[in-house]
């Protein structure tokens, strides 16, 4: 047992090598399934070197990440994704199954390698099926240069990823979502902060070796705080399904970071937050040193059928593990929009740190999100065109011209804009299943409008985060109802708009952004949502293909693939 916790520390352990003054940050992983109780209910879990989350990713702008994964899954393939690096120069290590590499299959070692060229807050996870809400993510942090300023002080730096906890197997999961009838997942039965929660075992028929809050495993998350000291919180959020908000009992938290880019500070009592977004806060521990404080979240933009998840803000040198002496905070109303789209707008590109975007683009595309029924099976889509992959990975067949194996018909790039009601359950009758692509030109700007809709549920629609692999995006602007082409970009934020590679659209609303295809490749843009892009809310944008380098064997294997790279 000794010799075998010696291994997994070895594999965890950071190497230095400098390249000038860019040094290599190398980590060795092995991915396998664990029965742990992050929440206090037993169940398998997904493990990076025997922890869920994983270890955190430390570099300095510059610096090249090399990560060697291990896949001891034994029963099922993996892929990692490097949420927010955007892996300019190696498209190939975006860690995508089926957009950018074939899947690891277990007993496998696949390497990663990429350069974090931005300083920031950043995230790794699952890009498989379903695995992410398995328990497979973790951070990474990204320092300045030397001799670099940041437009904020700070004496501590912590980062915290909150996320939402199923019971359920993503197999069972994903077996109800793919059937007639459908099943839906559900709410979660816990959020989980840094990985602990909190679940009622009471509330079920459940035996203490399956379900006990007395595990250590899901203790509260405490953070230790000095008092009068100020500190930097990375916080980010990796749910299969919630949308939340995050406070801190007593303390106001100042928004000084978003997605990597410096924020024009802003001060909240609560933090919105969507699946794939990271934010920094800055807090001053000036409050009552003699007791701890609550950290809660809570879900927010759903019914709330999931209990609070809880921490502890911890007053050192007060005990980590005690409680405080008052009642958690509840958090915000979880049906009142208004808070949250006021966030959104209010997130602006520090004065100092400003990236003008380009005032014109060269392409518009609209994208509906609706909800639809396709021969009898639920389907997420865009455009009314749900979302399949490839069995061959899309930068692969780009690159090699394996035309046949996605369709050649370019996806719609708007809707009805007259006609379609997006406030009342359409049919859809026109609704299909594509594997086709968006091809962009090179180096071109282009705007993306989110418009949402209601579901196929009367009186509903949802917050959807949407991702964008490989790019960060202008935040354009945000609005309610339907999107007017003609009237709208008149309103867009030209001056100061933040830049992020998460956003949320919000309920009955819009939310426009731009950016340029300036990264050769073929990039993922998707819904956040586990469930959602399991049921085809996505698409992919090919650009500047021809630019791309010489794929490495490590990535070919499956589909068309299949002897790719060997002599």
Not at 141 to 168: C, G, M, Q
Request: charge should be neutral; proline fraction near 7%.
């Amino acid at each position: 047992m000794l010799l075998k916790l010696l291994a997994l520390c070895l594999f965890t352990f950071l190497i230095y090598v400098p390249i000038g003054e860019a040094r290599i940050r190398h980590y060795k992983w092995e991915v396998k399934y664990e029965y742990k109780s992050p929440d206090c209910y037993k169940k398998l879990v997904l493990t990076i070197n025997g922890k869920s989350p994983g270890p955190t990713i430390l570099a300095q702008e510059g610096d090249t990440v090399i990560v060697e994964v291990t896949n001891k899954l034994l029963l099922e393939n993996l892929a990692i994704h490097w949420h927010g690096i955007r892996q300019i120069g190696t498209p190939w290590n975006d860690g995508t199954e089926g957009v950018t590499q074939c899947p690891v299959v277990p007993g496998d070692t696949f390497k990663y390698e990429f350069k974090v060229d931005r300083a920031g807050t950043y995230l790794y996870h699952a890009h498989y099926g379903m695995q992410r809400e398995s328990g497979l993510y973790g951070s990474i942090r990204v320092s300045v240069p030397d001799n670099f300023t940041e437009p904020f002080a700070y004496d501590y730096d912590r980062s915290i990823i909150l996320s939402d906890w199923y019971h359920k197997s993503t197999y069972e999961q994903a077996t109800g979502l793919s059937s007639i009838p459908f099943v839906w997942v559900g709410e979660p039965q816990s959020l989980l902060i840094q990985g602990k929660g909190k679940f009622n075992c009471s509330s079920a028929s459940l035996t203490a070796d399956t379900c006990n809050t007395s595990n250590p495993e899901c203790s509260p998350y405490a953070i230790i705080v000095i008092p009068g000291k100020t500190y930097r919180l990375r916080v980010a959020s990796l749910t299969a399904l919630s949308a939340l908000s995050f406070q801190i009992e007593g303390h106001n938290m100042t928004v000084v970071e978003a997605d990597g880019h410096y924020v024009e500070p802003f001060v909240v009592k609560n933090l919105f937050i969507y699946s794939g977004e990271t934010y920094s806060v800055l807090i001053k521990a000036d409050q009552d040193p003699s007791r701890n404080y609550w950290m809660t979240t809570n879900v927010v933009s759903r019914p709330p059928n999931t209990t609070q998840g809880l921490g502890f803000l911890n007053y050192y040198p007060n005990h980590p593990r005690r409680s405080p002496p008052t009642a958690p905070p509840t958090g915000p109303f979880w049906n009142d929009t208004a808070p949250r789209l006021a966030q959104s707008l209010a997130i602006k590109a520090h004065h100092d740190f400003i990236v003008t975007p380009p005032t014109t683009s060269d392409r518009a595309i609209v994208f509906l999100n609706t909800q639809n029924r396709i021969n009898g099976y639920v389907h997420w889509s865009v455009n009314n065109v749900s979302f399949t992959l490839s069995h061959t990975p899309y930068l692969i067949a780009l690159k090699k011209k394996l035309h046949h194996v996605f369709s050649q018909t370019p996806p719609p790039e708007g809707y009805d804009f007259v006609n379609y009601d997006i406030y009342n359950v359409s049919k859809n009758p026109n609704a299909t299943t594509s594997n086709a692509i968006y091809r962009l030109g090179f180096n071109t700007t282009v705007d993306i409008i989110l418009q949402n809709a209601n579901t196929m549920t009367v009186s509903n629609s949802e917050t959807h985060p949407w991702h964008l692999h490989g790019h960060d995006f202008w935040v354009l602007g945000y609005g309610e109802g339907k999107f007017d082409k003609k009237k709208d970009p008149k309103n867009y934020n030209l001056v100061n708009p933040i830049m992020k590679n998460t956003v949320p659209l919000h309920p009955y609303g819009w939310t426009a952004l731009r950016f340029k295809a300036d990264n050769p490749g073929a990039w993922l843009f998707h819904c956040h949502i586990e469930s959602h892009f399991y049921l085809g809310m996505g698409v992919v944008f090919e650009e500047g293909i021809d630019k791309v380098g010489k794929l490495p064997s490590s990535i070919m294997g499956c589909g068309e693939t299949k002897g790719f790279g060997k002599p």
